[in-house]
């Protein structure tokens, strides 16, 4: 069995590899996303509904920057889209202590836009790189790489912010984060020659393509309202555990046990399910998200909390990974870092939507929160199930192998010139 799994990994490029031990180092130091809300309602002094909006304006930069990187990056390439945007994250996010909450207002939207950026130019390099057969595994190959550092970084973000102030791990992410910066000029240098996309066909636009593939549209639309409920998660979730008396150390250690759990199954998940139906296991992946969610309404106590996260990292194996492939699968050549932009954006939706929503419902009706999130995350779910049950339409380009976009990598692992990968921050992709 195990050698097996290996097998269905070959196909991966070196270079892929190497920037997984990039990602792994970056995210170990990249957990003020989680601690954000938090640190707004406890040193910022600031009410949930308050946090919330701040929260959900400063996520408007990180869905512009997925919803606009993967053209920076096919435009520009994507190493000097990756080395610009994460100096540019990790200056703002030493700031962001330092400056008045009216100012946050500004910073934070720029930060989330270099963060954003960075992961559209992420997926769409992923999905240029890897060659169909093993494109699961490569996109499980980079959240395993992100969830590994992710593990040890969430309780070590609860320890500094205990022992000494959440402004410290802003700090240290923001260090973190210009230290990835210089690791990726160094150790990721450009060589190659790169090659030019094809152009698209006479009006082959971006709505034209999606017309011609409802599922995708379906697929869309459900990972907008999924996220709104997943996010939840970084938002009125820990405020949650703080009102029935949890420390700020039990919501660390439950998402170490997410980290964890994704960490030993999501590599084993993708290479056992890489030849089921993708809509499948992404409904199946976004319907236990929201029953997780909907344990939730059964207590408040540790083992309840415990079963919740399991659960939803359940789920998250399940949809988050063949949800970027699939939409890589049914792109066309010319449009490739497109349609990635479009997941990527609607895939963070909750950034922005999640904290203002969920904190005025908690706020106003918190026993109404949980079942609202449950009947939702479910609904999306049946309706990619659904989606699935249609019959795909022929005629997507095929992709060749090891002639691809500017700015992707050769089946070899080169990269071409001015290019490298760029890192996923944490689980949160």
Same mark, same amino acid.
């Given at each position: 069995?195990?050698?097996?799994?290996?097998?269905?990994?070959?196909?991966?490029?070196?270079?892929?590899?190497?920037?997984?031990?990039?990602?792994?180092?970056?995210?170990?130091?990249?957990?003020?996303?989680?601690?954000?809300?938090?640190?707004?309602?406890?040193?910022?002094?600031?009410?949930?509904?308050?946090?919330?909006?701040?929260?959900?304006?400063?996520?408007?930069?990180?869905?512009?920057?997925?919803?606009?990187?993967?053209?920076?990056?096919?435009?520009?390439?994507?190493?000097?889209?990756?080395?610009?945007?994460?100096?540019?994250?990790?200056?703002?996010?030493?700031?962001?202590?330092?400056?008045?909450?009216?100012?946050?207002?500004?910073?934070?939207?720029?930060?989330?836009?270099?963060?954003?950026?960075?992961?559209?130019?992420?997926?769409?390099?992923?999905?240029?790189?890897?060659?169909?057969?093993?494109?699961?595994?490569?996109f499980a190959v980079m959240r395993a790489a992100g969830n590994a550092g992710?593990?040890?970084?969430?309780?070590?973000?609860?320890?500094?912010?205990?022992?000494?102030?959440?402004?410290?791990?802003?700090?240290?992410?923001?260090?973190?984060?210009?230290?990835?910066?210089?690791?990726?000029?160094?150790?990721?240098?450009?060589?190659?020659?790169?090659?030019?996309?094809?152009?698209?066909? @006479? &009006?082959?636009? /971006?709505?034209?393509?999606?017309? #011609?593939? *409802?599922?995708?549209?379906? !697929?869309?639309? $459900?990972?907008?309202?999924?996220?709104?409920?997943?996010?939840?998660?970084?938002?009125?979730?820990?405020?949650?555990?703080?009102?029935?008396?949890?420390?700020?150390?039990?919501?660390?250690?439950?998402?170490?046990?997410?980290?964890?759990?994704?960490?030993?199954?999501?590599?084993?998940?993708?290479?056992?399910?890489?030849?089921?139906?993708?809509?499948?296991?992404?409904?199946?992946?976004?319907?236990?998200?929201?029953?997780?969610?909907?344990?939730?309404?059964?207590?408040?106590?540790?083992?309840?909390?415990?079963?919740?996260?399991?659960?939803?990292?359940?789920?998250?194996?399940?949809?988050?990974?063949?949800?970027?492939?699939?939409?890589a699968d049914q792109a066309p050549a010319h449009a490739q870092g497109t349609?990635?932009?479009?997941? @990527? &954006?609607?895939? /963070?939706?909750?950034?922005?939507? #999640?904290? *203002?929503?969920?904190?005025? !419902?908690?706020? $106003?009706?918190?026993?109404?929160?949980?079942?609202?999130?449950?009947?939702?995350?479910?609904?999306?779910?049946?309706?990619?199930?659904?989606?699935?049950?249609?019959?795909?339409?022929?005629?997507?380009?095929?992709?060749?192998?090891?002639?691809?976009?500017?700015?992707?990598?050769?089946?070899?692992?080169?990269?071409?010139?001015?290019?490298?990968?760029?890192?996923?921050?944490?689980?949160?992709?």
């Open positions: 069995m195990g050698g097996d799994m290996l097998e269905t990994f070959k196909g991966i490029p070196r270079a892929v590899w190497m920037l997984a031990l990039g990602i792994f180092f970056n995210a170990v130091v990249a957990f003020t996303f989680i601690y954000l809300f938090v640190y707004l309602t406890d040193e910022r002094g600031l009410s949930v509904p308050q946090a919330g909006v701040l929260s959900g304006i400063g996520g408007i930069g990180l869905v512009a920057g997925n919803f606009t990187g993967g053209g920076f990056g096919d435009r520009f390439g994507h190493r000097r889209a990756l080395l610009c945007a994460a100096v540019l994250s990790g200056t703002t996010l030493v700031l962001l202590p330092l400056i008045p909450v009216v100012a946050l207002y500004g910073l934070l939207p720029l930060c989330n836009y270099a963060q954003g950026a960075v992961r559209a130019c992420n997926s769409a390099l992923i999905a240029v790189t890897v060659p169909d057969a093993v494109r699961r595994q490569g992710f593990t040890v970084g969430a309780p070590l973000g609860a320890l500094v912010a205990g022992s000494f102030s959440y402004t410290t791990i802003f700090v240290m992410d923001g260090v973190g984060t210009l230290l990835f910066a210089l690791y990726a000029a160094r150790v990721l240098p450009a060589r190659g020659r790169a090659r030019k996309a094809a152009p698209a066909p @006479a &009006g082959h636009g /971006v709505w034209r393509e999606l017309r #011609a593939r *409802p599922a995708v549209v379906v !697929l869309l639309v $459900a990972s907008f309202f999924a996220d709104i409920v997943y996010r939840q998660l970084f938002s009125t979730f820990p405020v949650f555990l703080g009102d029935h008396g949890h420390a700020t150390q039990v919501y660390g250690w439950l998402f170490a046990v997410n980290g964890g759990v994704i960490l030993l199954l999501e590599l084993p998940a993708a290479a056992v399910l890489r030849k089921r139906a993708p809509l499948m296991i992404v409904g199946v992946g976004l319907m236990l998200v929201g029953l997780g969610y909907g344990l939730l309404m059964l207590g408040s106590g540790i083992a309840v909390a415990a079963a919740m996260m399991l659960l939803l990292t359940f789920g998250e194996i399940l949809y988050k990974t063949p949800a970027n492939a699939y939409v349609f990635q932009s479009l997941y @990527a &954006g609607v895939s /963070v939706s909750g950034v922005v939507l #999640a904290p *203002p929503l969920g904190g005025a !419902l908690y706020e $106003a009706a918190p026993g109404l929160l949980w079942p609202l999130c449950t009947g939702v995350a479910v609904l999306a779910g049946a309706a990619v199930v659904v989606a699935g049950r249609t019959r795909p339409r022929a005629g997507k380009p095929a992709s060749v192998e090891g002639v691809l976009p500017e700015g992707g990598i050769s089946a070899g692992g080169t990269l071409p010139e001015g290019e490298t990968g760029s890192p996923v921050r944490g689980a949160a992709g």
